[in-house]
Structures are given as C-alpha cells and as structure tokens.
C-alpha cells in the first residue's frame, strides 16, 4: 500500500471513531456535567484507556511490529506467525494475573491514581467501584494490540484503526440506554468500556482470520523472540508514550485541585485527541512497518525519504490543526459540549485548557515520526532517556504552575514538554547521524507555517462574524455555523498552503494512487 494512503486509510478511520468519541462526550456532557461523577467516570476511564494509548498504540506496536516485520521479511510468514503466537501465550499469562491483583487491589491504586479523592469518600468509592469494571478492558485491548501488529506489518491498516469505534459506539449505547432502562449512567458507561474490548477482540480475530491468519493458542515459553519483544515493550512505553504518559499525571495532579478539574481536562483532552489520533496515530502507525523493512534491508537512502515525508505530513496537518484549537477552541467547546449540566464556566474552564493543549499538537505528531526511526533500528534506549528527561520537566513545570494557573497550568505544561521531546530527540539523531532532512522538507517548512498563521487570523475574523449564529438557543444552527468556521479554516488554509507552495493539489492526487512506495520516485536526501 502506498505510504501516504496508509496515513489516509489510518487517519480516515481514526477520524470515524474520533467523530463518534464526540457524539459520546456531548452525551457525557449532558448527562455527567463536569461533577463528582463524572470526575469519577474518567478517573476510572483514564486507567485502561492510558494502557491502550500507551500499551496498544505505542509500547506494543513500536516493540512488535518491527520484530514481526523482521521476521516476515528474513524468515518468512509461518516463522513470523509462530512468534506472534509465542508472544500470544506469554502476554495472556502475564495479564491475566496481573489483572486480577489489580481488581483486589483497586483501592490502593486508587490512592496513587487519584490521591484528591481521598478527602471525598462517596466520590472515592465510587471511582473504585467504576474501575473495577473498566480494567478488564486492559488485557482485551492488548490481545486487539497483537492483532493490529499483525494486520499492520502485513500492510492492512483498516481493520485496526477502526476498532476504537466499536469503543465509542458501545459506550454511546450505554448512555442512551441508561435512563429508560433504570442504570446508572457512570456505572453503565464502565461497564460498557469492557464490553467494547470483547467486542473488538472478536472483530480483530475475524479481520486476522480474513488475512489468512489463524493464531493458535500455545504453551507460554519465553523464547528467544519473546524475549527479545519483552525487552523492547518496556523502553517502548516510555519512548513512545511521553504524552500519554504525561496526560496521566495531569490527571493525578488535577485530582488534588477543587471538583470539576478533572473533567476540564478531560473534555480538553478530547478535542486536543482529535488531531493527535487522525494525525499522530495515522502517521507513526503507517511509517513504522515502513521504516522497519528498509532498515532490516540496509535500505538508509528509503529510510531518510520515509522520514521526511512523515514529517512533511505532521507539519501539513499538525500546524493547522494546533492553530484552529488555539483561536476557536471556545465556540468549539461551547458548541459541542455546552448544555444540560455542562454551562459557560465549564466551557471557559475547558477552553483555556485545550489552548494550552494545542500548544503542543505540532510536536507530538513530529515526535511520532522521530521516535518510530529508533524503534525502526530497535532502538528504544534513546527514546526513554529523552522520555524521562521529558516526563520530570514537564511535573516540575506542572508543579510550578499549578498554584498560578490551576488546571491551565497542567495542561501548558504538557504543551510546552512536547515541544521539549522534539529538541531532545532531533539533538539526538544529529549525534548519530540519522537525521537526514531532504530540500523539499525544509523549503516546505517555513511555507506551511505561514499558511497557519494565514488561516488564524481568518479564523479570528470569521469567528467574530459568526458569533449571533455560534451562540443562536437552536442547537443546529449552532453546528452548522461551527461548521462553517471550520470550513472555512480549511479552505482559507489549503488556498494559502497551495499560493505559497507549502502543498499542491497533486500531493491529494498521489496519495490516492494505489502505487506501492517502491515504485514511485524517491528524492535524494540531502543533510540539513
């Protein structure tokens, strides 16, 4: 499959579940508020779902897809299916257990989790019991994690991306069965999430099975392929989850602040995951197999094309994305989440923190492709140590802004440890030599940036305009005039983009083509 339609095929239905995530959070919104429930409901939500961004998306993938892609390429399908089903036994033997220490022990991990709740005893408890229902959703999310490794590593990126939609609409089906069947909605919800991952365990096996897969069900043995996979998870999950990683101790952090923190961040955090998934995701998922098969054939010359096109992509897509969340990030809020117990101060709150957020939504995605050139070689080393640097600054800048800035603070913190992540990483590949950054990038680079700031301002101006329609009492005038902001954001963006030559129309066009990547022209890379 070509390269940039992998991106698209992956950011395209990423985007399908981000757009269903939405329909859930307006319906949480209108049900939870941002209130000692729904603090509780995502306090128990952020548990699994931070495995599965930092385990399912990133730790396992980064470790898996590379060593499967070796194996497929050096020793063929049946050697490469034998070590996925080695790694198969081991990873249930060793999640089993550990979730069921992990339910007994729930109240304790609750203390590190969410160490503000203590003082609130019914909020506390409740966050406990709603975990309990929702770490299930750990080990079935790493079985859809092994799945997805291979289906990509065969260059079947579809069936993957779209199983975190079967996530949203089970959980929206929850909500709107809640009220009329008697539950209640944050235990509903909990529950939901561990339903969603059998449902996406089924889906996978089915998509596995389709590719031709058929994965037996062996003794655990650590082999020496598994052992060399478990060596590389660990590194992986610090290397490529700084942000998740991050996000996780906002959590910790906006615990300790008064109620509805928590959730600021949270309904924040959505939107901000709007460009990070179809982009970041979409990227890192598609460049990695990619870049592990020219490097296990000493192919460097493709290896450094691959790398500045996937850096290309984040700044086309990530510059934009980052300047549209900073300057219309409240009519958005208001529009999506802003009714039934969600009212203006949880939007202005919310707001402020999704700009601080977007801040950083350049960097992730660029970080993505930077780390996926380590995990590529099997270098996770380097990684980790700029994720601990990063991860420390970033609590000691939080900390320090907290007393100032509240939950605003939080979140700046997290944008500005992004922007961190790249200078480490880039200043690291320029010691070893491996980052080789062709003509067409760095002529691009300035333009595209510009094209951004054009569409800012434009925003600004249109915002303004639009502002008797974004607040109109009908709830659909308010999305359509939401919608022909953002519109008009891109219009404004792709115009500019194409006058100033940071993009062309023939970049759409060739990303439609079916060509493989081998096949069409590759520019000589050049130092920079």
């Given at each position: 499959?070509?390269?940039?339609?992998?991106?698209?095929?992956?950011?395209?239905?990423?985007?399908?579940?981000?757009l269903?995530?939405?329909?859930?959070?307006?319906?949480?919104?209108?049900?939870?508020?941002?209130g000692p429930?729904a603090?509780?409901?995502?306090?128990?939500?952020k548990?699994?779902?931070?495995?599965?961004?930092?385990?399912?998306?990133?730790a396992?993938?980064?470790a898996?897809?590379?060593l499967?892609?070796a194996?497929?390429?050096?020793?063929?399908?049946?050697?490469?299916?034998?070590?996925?089903?080695?790694?198969?036994?081991?990873?249930l033997?060793?999640?089993?257990p550990?979730?069921?220490?992990?339910?007994?022990?729930?109240p304790?991990l609750?203390?590190g989790?969410a160490?503000?709740?203590?003082?609130?005893?019914?909020?506390?408890?409740?966050?406990?019991?709603?975990?309990?229902?929702?770490?299930?959703?750990?080990?079935?999310?790493s079985?859809?994690?092994l799945?997805?490794?291979?289906?990509n590593?065969l260059?079947?990126?579809?069936?993957?991306?779209a199983?975190?939609?079967?996530?949203?609409?089970?959980?929206?089906?929850?909500?709107?069965?809640a009220p009329?069947?008697?539950?209640?909605?944050?235990?509903?919800m909990?529950a939901?999430?561990?339903?969603?991952?059998?449902?996406?365990?089924?889906?996978?096996?089915?998509a596995c099975?389709?590719?031709?897969v058929?994965?037996r069900?062996?003794?655990?043995?650590?082999?020496?392929?598994?052992?060399?996979?478990?060596?590389?998870?660990?590194?992986?999950?610090?290397?490529?989850?700084?942000?998740?990683?991050?996000?996780?101790?906002?959590?910790?952090?906006?615990?300790?602040?008064?109620?509805?923190a928590?959730?600021?961040?949270?309904?924040a955090?959505?939107?901000?995951q709007?460009?990070?998934?179809?982009?970041g995701?979409?990227?890192?998922t598609?460049?990695?197999?990619?870049?592990?098969?020219?490097?296990?054939a000493?192919?460097?010359a493709m290896?450094?094309?691959?790398?500045?096109?996937a850096l290309?992509?984040?700044?086309?897509?990530?510059?934009?994305?980052?300047?549209?969340?900073?300057?219309?990030?409240?009519p958005?809020?208001?529009v999506?989440?802003?009714?039934?117990?969600?009212?203006?101060?949880?939007?202005?709150?919310t707001?402020?923190?999704?700009?601080?957020y977007?801040?950083?939504?350049?960097?992730?995605v660029?970080a993505?492709?930077?780390?996926?050139?380590?995990?590529?070689?099997?270098?996770?080393?380097?990684?980790?140590?700029?994720?601990?640097?990063?991860?420390?600054?970033?609590?000691g800048?939080?900390?320090?802004?907290?007393?100032?800035?509240?939950?605003?603070?939080?979140?700046?913190?997290?944008?500005?440890?992004?922007?961190l992540?790249?200078?480490?990483?880039?200043a690291?590949?320029?010691r070893?030599?491996?980052?080789?950054?062709?003509?067409?990038?760095r002529?691009?680079g300035?333009?595209?940036?510009?094209?951004?700031?054009?569409?800012?301002?434009?925003?600004?101006?249109?915002?303004?305009?639009?502002?008797p329609?974004?607040t109109?009492p009908a709830?659909?005038v308010?999305?359509?005039?939401?919608?022909?902001?953002?519109?008009?954001?891109?219009?404004?963006?792709?115009?500019?983009?194409?006058?100033?030559?940071?993009?062309?129309?023939?970049d759409?066009?060739?990303t439609?083509?079916?060509?493989?990547?081998?096949?069409?022209?590759?520019?000589?890379?050049?130092?920079?």
């Amino acid at each position: 499959m070509n390269f940039s339609r992998a991106i698209a095929t992956v950011g395209g239905l990423t985007l399908l579940s981000r757009l269903a995530g939405f329909a859930r959070d307006i319906l949480t919104a209108s049900v939870l508020g941002a209130g000692p429930v729904a603090d509780a409901f995502f306090i128990a939500l952020k548990l699994p779902n931070f495995f599965r961004r930092l385990f399912a998306e990133g730790a396992f993938g980064v470790a898996f897809v590379p060593l499967f892609a070796a194996e497929l390429q050096i020793q063929g399908r049946s050697a490469a299916v034998r070590f996925a089903e080695e790694a198969l036994a081991v990873l249930l033997a060793a999640l089993l257990p550990f979730t069921l220490v992990a339910l007994a022990v729930m109240p304790w991990l609750m203390h590190g989790l969410a160490p503000g709740f203590v003082d609130e005893p019914e909020k506390f408890a409740l966050a406990v019991e709603l975990a309990r229902l929702t770490f299930p959703y750990l080990t079935l999310i790493s079985l859809v994690a092994l799945l997805g490794g291979i289906l990509n590593a065969l260059d079947r990126f579809g069936p993957f991306a779209a199983a975190p939609i079967a996530f949203n609409l089970t959980l929206v089906g929850a909500l709107l069965l809640a009220p009329p069947l008697g539950w209640q909605p944050g235990r509903a919800m909990a529950a939901a999430v561990t339903l969603s991952g059998v449902i996406q365990v089924v889906w996978m096996t089915w998509a596995c099975r389709v590719a031709g897969v058929r994965l037996r069900l062996r003794r655990p043995r650590l082999t020496d392929g598994v052992r060399r996979l478990f060596r590389l998870v660990g590194p992986g999950a610090l290397g490529a989850g700084v942000m998740q990683i991050n996000l996780f101790l906002n959590i910790v952090l906006a615990s300790l602040l008064p109620s509805g923190a928590v959730s600021f961040l949270y309904y924040a955090d959505r939107l901000n995951q709007m460009p990070l998934g179809v982009i970041g995701i979409a990227i890192g998922t598609a460049l990695l197999p990619v870049l592990a098969r020219h490097a296990a054939a000493g192919d460097d010359a493709m290896v450094r094309h691959y790398l500045s096109r996937a850096l290309e992509f984040s700044l086309l897509l990530g510059l934009p994305a980052a300047v549209a969340l900073g300057v219309s990030g409240g009519p958005m809020v208001a529009v999506l989440f802003e009714r039934g117990a969600f009212g203006p101060a949880e939007t202005q709150a919310t707001a402020m923190a999704l700009a601080a957020y977007a801040l950083g939504i350049p960097a992730y995605v660029i970080a993505k492709s930077l780390n996926a050139a380590f995990f590529a070689r099997q270098d996770t080393t380097t990684p980790v140590r700029v994720a601990v640097v990063v991860t420390a600054s970033t609590v000691g800048l939080a900390l320090a802004l907290l007393p100032v800035l509240g939950h605003v603070g939080i979140a700046l913190a997290t944008g500005l440890a992004a922007w961190l992540d790249v200078g480490l990483l880039v200043a690291a590949m320029r010691r070893r030599g491996i980052l080789a950054l062709d003509a067409r990038l760095r002529r691009r680079g300035p333009r595209i940036a510009a094209a951004a700031v054009g569409m800012g301002i434009a925003l600004a101006v249109g915002e303004t305009v639009l502002t008797p329609w974004l607040t109109h009492p009908a709830t659909a005038v308010r999305f359509a005039a939401l919608g022909a902001l953002v519109v008009m954001g891109v219009l404004v963006f792709g115009a500019l983009a194409q006058a100033l030559g940071g993009g062309r129309i023939s970049d759409l066009r060739t990303t439609l083509k079916r060509t493989a990547p081998e096949e069409s022209a590759v520019e000589t890379p050049t130092r920079g």
